[in-house]
């Protein structure tokens, strides 16, 4: 690649993160870009009412978790402690004998979605 190319595509490269930059703004903030007159709409409920050093403070505490490396490091959700009294074994396996008897269990076991009224809401 000749220098004049590596100059080119450096300044292209510039010129689209000044670009694109502003745009990270209004996903942070409350107030997002609209195709109307004002040109922004305010959420109230997206303002962040919490200092930096909350939020950095609560990271840090997050950071020291047992399962920080694990459930990170794998892309998973952040373990949430649960409320409920854990299920035994017998119950587990209840429970997924109860829904093999369902006549959907094949479709969805072959990635089809559960029938409403199979689906516990919490």
Known sequence: MSNRQLRSALALSVIA???????????AGPFHPAPTEAGVTYHPDHANTRTRGEV????????????????????APWPVSSTETPK???QVQAELA?????????????????????IESK
Request: glycine share 6%; charged share 15%; proline share 5%.
């Open 88 to 90: 035994t074994r017998e």
């Open 56 to 75: 950095v403070a609560e990271f840090n505490q997050a950071t020291k978790h047992r399962s920080w490396n694990t459930s990170m490091s794998r892309g």
């Open 17 to 27: 993160a000044a670009a694109l930059a502003p745009l990270t703004v209004f996903a």
């Open 98 to 118: 109860f829904a093999m008897k369902h006549p959907a269990w094949n479709a969805v076991s072959r990635g089809a979605s559960w029938p409403a009224g199979m």
